[in-house]
């Protein structure tokens, strides 16, 4: 049985950071590529970075410079460093393969005051 277990997420003011972390339980972690997704209110569900098997690493416009994506294939998880967080980061924040599979954890809400 999959398990996506995010953490990490607060209320942080505006040029602050966070670190997300994501335990990844029933799938052969090292083999997939990964990434962390995000929904705003209102909004549909986008991804902001990925990180491959091979470790390489993309991100969304949006993002770029400010995220930071990692993986620990020892522990099964994977990370995303937000540093110069901006109220348009504020979002319910979830790890998933790329592609997404269908199952989809709680996700970590993050909360970006101005």
């Known amino acids: 049985q999959v398990q996506l277990v995010e953490s990490g997420g607060g209320l942080v003011q505006a040029g602050g950071s966070l670190r997300l972390s994501c335990a990844a339980r029933?799938?052969?972690?090292?083999?997939?590529?990964m990434g962390w997704y995000r929904q705003a209110p209102g909004k549909q569900r986008e991804l902001v970075s990925r990180?491959?098997?091979?470790?390489?690493?993309n991100y969304a416009d949006s993002v770029k410079g400010r995220f930071t994506i990692s993986r620990d294939n020892s522990k099964d998880e994977v990370y995303l460093q937000m540093n110069s967080l901006l109220p348009e980061d504020t979002a319910v924040y979830y790890c998933?393969?790329?592609?997404?599979?269908?199952?989809w954890g709680q996700g970590t809400q993050v909360t970006v005051s101005s």
């Open positions: 998933n393969q790329v592609p997404a599979l269908g199952y």
């Open positions: 029933g799938i052969v972690f090292r083999l997939y590529d």
């Open positions: 990180i491959d098997s091979d470790f390489s690493r």
